[in-house]
């Protein structure tokens, strides 16, 4: 929510996502990086609670240095946005799997708009392959 401007001198709290960012940090259109929390619990053998992971690590990002002494810069700069919680089917995880496959190619699809002929599935193997095994996020416009 876009707080009126006779009101954004008062000591609002942080927005909810990733960050904490504000509006136009966070925007969709313009990220160049999307969060997409996924609660799955349905492997657990002793406990329970990893469903709660994804908003935690929303809630405690919230509070985290913005600037990188490394980079000398403000990554968020580049624009995060948080989706809302993907939830994924009970039926089992090769389902669930299967499910959150087909969200991120949708994702991907989508974010790439009409532009672009790489589809998400040579997005997902340019990235293992340039990546190695990190971790690796592609950018939302393809490059």
Do not use: C
């Not at 609002?12 to 940090?25: T, V």
């Not at 496959?101 to 994702?107: F, H, K, S, T, V």
């Amino acid at each position: 929510m876009r707080v009126p401007e006779a009101l954004r001198e008062l000591g609002w709290e942080l927005p909810h996502n990733f960050l904490g960012l504000d509006e136009e940090a966070s925007a969709f259109d313009r990220a160049k990086a999307v969060i997409l929390p996924v609660p799955y619990e349905a492997t657990t053998s002793y406990g329970g609670g990893t469903a709660s992971g994804p908003s935690a690590i929303l809630e405690a990002s919230r509070y985290i240095e913005l600037y990188d002494q490394e980079l000398d810069a403000e990554p968020y700069e580049v624009g995060v946005a948080t989706l809302p919680a993907l939830e994924l089917t009970g039926a089992g995880p090769a389902e669930a799997i299967a499910e959150l496959r087909a969200a991120y190619d949708r994702l991907l699809d989508g974010a790439r708009g009409s532009s672009s002929s790489r589809s998400a599935a040579s997005t997902r193997s340019r990235v293992r392959r340039s990546w190695r095994g990190r971790t690796a996020w592609p950018r939302r416009d393809g490059a």
